[in-house]
């Protein structure tokens, strides 16, 4: 079946720091894999995606690299901003168009 | 141009009433989504439109969960009669195109069934 697994929560980092939140996912196919972030109050949002094996997604300083020998899709980001405080979801997309998220990971940016 | 948008944001009912929640998606998208998530859990499928038809509604947990889409324009999902677990946050998305088209998110209602 498909799943994700994602980095359990909460992160709290200081601002500037490095920040790596860990996905993993099973699917049968060939997915395109995705970083969705939600800020307060808002909807979710699309934050960079990967469609085939190597492709690395990147957006707003954020990259993570779709990697199907580990079947992993890690976020990244060198230095986060007390702005990057969300909650980020890890996706996978099948053929058949439906999105399977994972749990979300709420990270907090202090001054 | 206006994104998804969803009503009420918040919705606080008793169990075993009914309540209905809104979704207008953004205007020219046939794709039409409804996801749950529930408290810490991951967001789950529930269903998706392609225009009025239910294209694949597997996610739809039981038939407490009623979805129409009727015109192929807004789509309504009604809970009758409500559970406590029913509790959590309702996204809806809509797309133009199947495949690659990006999913466009609403913010969400959140239902908390006491």
């Known amino acids: 079946g498909n799943s994700v697994t994602q980095m359990e929560g909460p992160v709290t980092l200081s601002e500037e720091a490095f920040l790596t939140i860990n996905c993993t996912y099973t699917?049968?196919?060939?997915?395109?894999l995705f970083w969705y972030v939600q800020y307060p109050g808002e909807g979710l949002q699309l934050l960079l995606k990967?469609?085939?094996?190597?492709d690395k997604g990147s957006n707003k300083g954020f990259e993570a690299t779709y990697r199907k020998e580990t079947t992993s899709f890690h976020l990244e980001k060198g230095s986060v901003q007390v702005s990057d405080s969300a909650v980020y979801f890890c996706?996978?997309?099948?053929?058949?168009?439906?999105?399977?998220f994972g749990t979300g990971t709420r990270l907090t940016v202090i001054p | 141009e206006a994104g998804v948008t969803q009503f009420p944001s918040h919705s606080v009912i008793e169990k075993g009433q009914t309540v209905t929640l809104r979704c207008d998606p953004i205007s020219g998208h046939d794709n039409l989504y409804w996801y749950r998530r529930v408290m810490g859990k991951e967001i789950k499928f529930l269903l998706h439109?392609?225009?009025?038809?239910?294209?694949?509604e597997s996610g739809m947990p039981n038939n407490r969960f009623l979805a129409e889409r009727t015109g192929g324009t807004y789509s309504t999902l009604k809970v009758q009669p409500a559970e406590l677990e029913d509790s959590g946050v309702y996204f809806c998305?809509?797309?133009?195109?199947?495949?690659?088209?990006?999913?466009?998110f609403g913010n969400g209602t959140r239902l908390t069934v006491t």
């Open positions: 990967a469609t085939k094996a190597d």
């Open positions: 699917a049968t196919g060939y997915p395109s």
């Open positions: 998305a809509s797309s133009q195109e199947l495949g690659n088209s990006p999913l466009h």
């Open positions: 996706a996978l997309l099948t053929g058949a168009n439906n999105l399977f």
């Open positions: 439109f392609v225009k009025e038809s239910k294209q694949d």
